[in-house]
């Protein structure tokens, strides 16, 4: 069975803090993506590696960095965050391009 | 102009009617949409790609493919209450540097009525 998974559900961080959020996914998947969801702007694409070390940024990278070092783990850094940063956090892979991508189940992330 | 635009919603539907959910694309060069459906705290599964003009049909879904006009939709038939939930429509696209990612539309909110 397909599986993603992220490291926490729920995160409550206090501004200025330095936040990581891991993905993790079973499926050998080539690609894999960092989104943040919010109401009325939909999935928007953060970052996304097409292979390991590999990185591209996507359409809201700022505030952001990731590192994929192992083929299964992404993972996305806040390096000081901001109120403006609470939102819901998924990552998803894929086999690339066309193929289905697969979501995790979402971190939702508070900053105070 | 966004590149992926859909009726934010909600849509009302009874149940047992037809929904039909509309989804228009600025890329021209687009050549794979999919359909994610969307449960409230849940996040996003894939239930239907496609990737030629004309009808695609799954079970109850039905996916519709015009590229001259820009266009895609999702037909649900025989609407049930467990079809209530958000649809996202994606389009695959490139890169700057020629990688695939998908743009998602910010979705439309379906509620089936019993």
């Known amino acids: 069975d397909v599986k993603v998974t992220q490291s926490s559900r729920y995160l409550v961080k206090r501004t200025g803090e330095k936040v990581f959020l891991e993905c993790v996914q079973d499926m050998d998947h080539e690609n894999m993506f960092w989104y943040r969801q919010d109401p009325g702007l939909g999935l928007r694409l953060i970052y996304f590696s097409y292979d390991v070390k590999m990185k591209e940024k996507g359409d809201i990278p700022e505030g952001y960095s990731v590192s994929r070092e192992k083929k299964e783990r992404f993972s996305l850094i806040l390096e000081s965050a901001s109120t403006n940063q609470t939102s819901m956090y998924l990552c998803a892979s894929s086999n690339g391009g066309a193929e289905t991508q697969y979501f995790g189940p979402g971190t939702r992330l508070l900053v105070l | 102009q966004k590149e992926v635009e859909q009726n934010s919603g909600p849509l009302s539907v009874p149940e047992g009617a037809i929904a039909s959910l509309n989804c228009t694309y600025s890329?021209?060069?687009?050549?794979?949409f999919f359909w994610y459906r969307q449960y409230s705290g849940k996040s996003p599964e894939l239930i239907m790609s496609?990737?030629?003009?004309g009808d695609k049909e799954d079970g109850r879904f039905t996916a519709q493919l015009n590229k001259a006009s820009q266009y895609v939709s999702l037909l649900i038939r025989d609407s049930q209450p467990s079809d209530s939930a958000t649809y996202l429509c994606?389009?695959?696209?490139?890169?700057?540097?020629?990688?695939?990612?998908?743009?998602f539309g910010t979705g439309t909110r379906l509620t089936i009525i019993p």
């Open positions: 890329d021209r060069v687009s050549q794979s």
């Open positions: 496609i990737y030629s003009n």
């Open positions: 994606a389009v695959l696209g490139s890169s700057n540097f020629g990688n695939e990612k998908l743009t």
